[in-house]
């Protein structure tokens, strides 16, 4: 495959694409390529087993998305009611409602794919067997009414998939005898990739030794593209390193320091990651000036990544930095205020940080910094890190005696925090007199049998929207326990808690009664009884064994549940040696040892560093050997650098399970001559504990170590060190935060260590000095109300220790603050756009002091409370932003405030404005055409909106040539309009209405061929009718129609 792909590209590149250049006239081949790897299978599987991600990070390059979409979970039932148990809904014998066994999931479907077919998956079991429906954004489809859609079993098939008409939120609903329940939203994308534009691209002109970046632009494509880039002829792809560098954020091309091995042409090649389609960008030639070579300069960073980046937790961040400089700059990365996440990665020298598996402690402000001998730049982000909903509590099918109050509780961690919606039959249930919604839980006060059915609660935040299903029953019942809680054995050891479960299903709800034997129990410290039933023991021991009977009893009957608990002694383990330090090649054995109930057996494994160890795997320098029933060794083997760490031994037994752990050292011996006596060590720390051993090798190997020595510790010295990166830090008016690295304990050099924080005003004699006592101190805040805002102050931090004073810092300028804004901006004004966009403008007053970075604007609806607010950020001076994503024809609440990294302003008073209607969603109809040549004239009926829809303001006649993306746009404000077909080929036409809230649901396409101004031989028209009901009439008519109109 790679091999076809490949000849595909170097005939394309030599212009010897000889079908495709007849398919575009006058397009030059060297850019006129589409590549394509087709999949090797035609099955539409294949795009229906690829989970889109339904939600990603606008601001980061790669952000793989969790699966936290499982199967829909369920809250456990509430104290006081009685469940009947899931076990139930596998009994063809007993009747319940619809439970999802199968929801769609997110599709992207290529535009060109060879298959038709589209399915979206649902599948549920019921007792009677569920019916099946489909919603697309929220309205009913109508299966019977379009020869496109079929059902087979649950399932949705869509033949001949559009994007025009198809594209959307997708919902099945399921329904039998005891109710409905609407599935999760699945999302139905299109994939594709356009075409660079086919203009000449201008040369680019550097000096040697300048930086330089090439723009890839790249064409429309959904989804995600990866970016590429040929150096002069295929297959010569631009290397990555620390001079050239590919951003997968913008697609540009970036060169720190042009050097004459540069000069050539340029292509940017993308690939769609789902299609995998490809397309070249024209040639972008890169010469140099002739005007003498560029002079050596600091760094400037040219691409990095932005000023908040917000990513799912579990996924992986990639974040971009790159600059321009002479000497060719490197980058360096830190976590301000902490350190690197372990788990973090440097990749394309250095240029992308990568973080796999993002988790909230990874949150925080991350500096990039370029660097050469000329100078630095540094930039700073934050990185947010938010989560999905996700279910903490389960929500039970419940049944209830008529009477009694029903009390679910829906409970779901987020970030943000989840909000709470419910269902009852897939519609929204809504506070009545006897029905209370209030966060999350919803109560039903005296419940009946019209209160019956199935009830979903949703929890969701901007991120995400996850389902909980239950079926609440009217029902009254003796008496009866589940298979899982039928007679059982529980073996546990002393001191353990015990909890045996007896949760009868009955309505109402049963008395419990224990028994021990033919005793009955009554509750002490140890021996408690749960609400729900169960039986907790704290602290077991050998007198707690024993059988033990759980019944239950109300007005209709009673039953019964055994279980025998078993009490064991605790397992003990014995891990030797517990700290071993040992030289490379030599080889030892750790010896695990299990002490244990003699009636159980147990099972040992071995890890290195948390991770199991592979016997297999390892060169054989790991040997597993089990002497005896009750203990096993580790033998390892030649040890090597690689084999340092801490080795840990678990044991498991049937009732609990034990691990301990011992550090292994691995060191490698200074060599010095055979015939030497003693040695000198130099250049040791001050202060500084050491110890010594001796080893002894030769041609044949290497002896065993000796004892170590007597532990030393080198004498005191003044301290040698500064502290680094000494900087200001954000704080309130009249203060003055100063910041620095803290020094190590190995570089402190004695006792008594300690920072002198010396700053004086600029321009001022004299320092004054503080004295920070803490050796671990990292900041010193300096307060005086006479400072004013803004006041530039030299800085310095030295070291002291016992022994006397050591060196300062470098000097650096740090400002006091100047605090937060305190003026609201003014003049806000919100416009409507369309049905999704708001425009907010605002202007803010200048002030002298706490000069904003950015404004955040708060929006919510008119219903929700401010606190509920959504927030989007601006950066500098912008003011305005665009509000995408609204909901239509709703009313709207903004506000606007400053920020700077001191806090946030006071907001502005809230201004109002409301979305448009939709467009409208019927179609123009009946579309007639008569064809002239190049000419098409076109009529159609108008089209009527609903009620809750735009009114039409004029029609788009969208044409273009069959094998392009981009369609020409005629507007019109009748119902007709003269099309010209400039050159010879197939044309797809299509035509809309256009309101103020966006553009209508387009025609069927219309396919007419052209003949490049040609004329029809004989005096003769064709007028062609497409009418909505699917069927079509031609009439030959004897008189040419003028083009201008009907």
């Given at each position: 495959m790679w091999l076809s792909w490949k000849l595909l590209l170097y005939l394309s590149l030599t212009g010897c694409l000889s079908d495709y250049s007849e398919a575009v006239p006058g397009l030059p081949t060297s850019y006129a390529a589409i590549l394509r790897i087709k999949s090797g299978s035609s099955s539409l599987a294949s795009f229906n087993s690829k989970n889109?991600?339904?939600?990603?990070s606008p601001s980061l390059g790669s952000v793989s998305s969790p699966g936290w979409r499982g199967t829909t979970q369920h809250y456990h039932s509430p104290t006081n009611l009685y469940h009947f148990s899931e076990t139930f809904k596998h009994d063809e014998s007993v009747d319940y409602g619809p439970v999802f066994v199968q929801e769609p999931d997110d599709i992207i479907?290529?535009?060109?794919?060879?298959e038709k077919k589209v399915s979206l998956n649902c599948q549920a079991r019921g007792?009677?067997?569920?019916?099946y429906r489909w919603l697309r954004n929220g309205t009913e489809i109508d299966i019977e009414s379009d020869y496109r859609f079929s059902l087979i079993e649950g399932s949705l098939i869509i033949s001949n998939p559009s994007e025009m008409k198809d594209s959307g939120q997708y919902q099945c609903l399921t329904t039998n005898m005891f109710g409905s329940i609407l599935s999760r939203e699945a999302v139905l994308q299109f994939a594709y990739l356009g075409n660079f534009s086919g203009r000449t691209r201008s040369a680019v002109s550097v000096r040697e030794g300048q930086g330089v970046v090439l723009m890839c632009s790249p064409p429309l494509h959904s989804p995600e593209i990866i970016y590429s880039w040929v150096f002069n002829e295929f297959p010569s792809f631009v290397a990555e390193d620390s001079r050239r560098f590919i951003s997968q954020e913008t697609g540009n091309l970036y060169i720190s320091k042009v050097q004459t091995s540069d000069v050539g042409s340029y292509i940017c090649l993308v690939k769609n990651?789902?299609?995998?389609?490809?397309?070249?960008?024209?040639?972008?030639?890169?010469?140099?000036?002739?005007?003498?070579?560029?002079g050596e300069y600091e760094p400037k960073i040219e691409v990095h990544f932005p000023y908040i980046v917000t990513a799912a937790r579990g996924t992986t961040v990639k974040m971009e930095c790159f600059a321009l400089g002479n000497p060719v700059p490197t980058i360096s990365w830190r976590k301000v205020n902490g350190h690197n996440p372990s788990k973090a990665r440097l990749r394309k020298s250095?240029?992308?940080?990568?973080?796999?598996?993002?988790?909230l402690e990874d949150s925080g402000m991350y500096e990039c910094k370029?660097?050469?001998?000329?100078?630095?730049?540094?930039?700073r982000g934050q990185l947010q890190v938010y989560t999905y909903p996700h279910w903490v509590e389960k929500l039970n099918d419940t049944q209830l005696d008529s009477g009694d109050q029903l009390r679910w509780e829906c409970k779901a961690t987020g970030k943000p925090r989840p909000t709470y919606r419910w269902l009852k039959n897939g519609v929204p249930l809504w506070p009545q007199s006897r029905i209370e919604m209030i966060n999350g839980v919803l109560m039903i006060h005296s419940a009946n049998v019209s209160d019956a059915g199935m009830y979903q609660c949703l929890a969701e935040n901007k991120y995400g929207t996850i389902y909980a299903s239950a079926e609440l029953k009217i029902l009254a019942s003796a008496p009866t326990f589940p298979l899982n809680q039928m007679r059982k054995t529980i073996i546990v050891t002393k001191g353990q808690e015990v909890v045996i479960e007896c949760k009868p299903e009955a309505s109402p709800k049963p008395t419990i009664t224990w028994k021990k034997g033919d005793k009955v129990l009554r509750e002490n410290k140890r021996i408690i009884f749960l609400p729900h039933g169960s039986l907790r023991i704290l602290n077991a021991s050998k007198s707690d064994e024993g059988r033990y009977l759980c019944q239950g009893v109300n007005v209709f009957g009673s039953a019964e549940i055994i279980a025998s608990l078993s009490v064991k002694e605790p397992t003990r383990i014995e891990l030797t040696p517990k700290k071993v330090e040992l030289t490379v090649g030599e080889s030892i054995v750790l010896s695990c040892k299990a002490l244990h109930d003699s009636t159980m057996d147990v099972t040992f494994y071995w890890t290195l560093n948390g991770q199991p160890i592979d016997f297999e795997k390892e060169g054989g320098h790991f040997e597993s050997i089990k002497a005896q029933a009750s203990s096993a060794d580790l033998m390892i083997r030649n040890i090597l650098l690689m084999h340092a760490g801490r080795y840990g031994c678990r044991v498991q037994t049937a009732a609990d399970t034990v691990s301990d752990e011992t550090e292994l050292l691995v060191r490698v011996p200074d060599l010095i001559s055979g015939d030497m006596e003693s040695a000198m060590a130099v250049e040791l720390n001050p202060w500084v504990e050491y110890e010594f051993r001796v080893v002894a090798t030769n041609k044949i190997g290497t002896g065993d170590p000796s004892a170590p020595s007597r532990v030393i510790r080198t004498n005191e010295a003044v301290p040698k060190t500064p502290p680094a990166n000494v900087s200001g830090r954000s704080g309130r008016r009249h203060e003055l935060v100063i910041a620095w690295e803290p020094v190590s304990e190995e570089f402190q050099s004695g006792e008594g260590f300690g920072y002198i924080v010396a700053f004086r005003p600029n321009g001022t004699r004299g320092w004054k000095e503080k004295m920070v006592t803490s050796s671990d101190a990292s900041k010193f805040i300096y307060r005086d109300e006479s400072v004013p805002p803004l006041t530039p102050f030299e800085v310095k931090v030295g070291v002291y220790n016992n022994k006397g004073d050591g060196p300062f810092s470098p000097i650096v300028v740090i400002c006091s603050a100047e605090g937060e804004p305190t003026a609201a901006p003014i003049d806000v004004k919100a416009t409507s756009l369309s049905v999704s966009e708001i425009l907010v403008a605002w202007k803010h007053i200048k002030e002298s002091l706490g000069r904003p970075q950015g404004f955040e604007v708060g929006y919510w609806k008119d219903m929700q409370q401010e606190e509920a607010a959504e927030k989007v950020k601006t950066e500098g001076n912008e003011s305005s932003i665009l509000l995408t994503g609204l909901e239509g024809n709703t009313l709207y609440h903004l506000t606007v405030r400053a920020y700077n990294a001191a806090g946030y302003g006071p907001p502005s008073t809230a201004v109002h404005a409301a979305t448009k209607k939709s467009p409208p969603s019927q179609a123009p109809g009946n579309i007639m055409w008569i064809q002239d040549g190049s000419h098409v004239s076109l009529g159609w009926e108008p089209v009527r909106p609903l009620a809750n829809e735009s009114d039409v303001m004029g029609y788009k006649v969208l044409f273009r040539q069959e094998g392009q993306s981009n369609s020409q746009v005629i507007e019109t404000q009748k119902t007709s309009a003269v099309v010209l077909l400039p050159d010879v080929g197939v044309y797809i036409i299509e035509v809309c209405a256009v309101s103020e809230g966006g553009d209508g649901t387009a025609s069927p396409q219309i396919r007419v061929p052209s003949f490049s101004g040609g004329k029809v031989t004989s005096a003769q028209s064709t007028l062609h009718v497409l009418s909505t009901s699917s069927s079509s009439v031609t009439l030959l008519l004897a008189l040419i129609v003028p083009s201008t109109s009907w």
């Open positions: 889109r991600p339904r939600l990603s479907f290529p535009t060109d794919s060879e007792n009677p067997t569920p019916t990651t789902v299609t995998n389609a490809r397309v070249l960008s024209p040639p972008t030639p890169l010469t140099l000036r002739n005007d003498g070579v560029m250095q240029a992308v940080l990568e973080i796999p598996n993002v988790q370029a660097e050469n001998s000329r100078g630095r730049n540094v930039f």
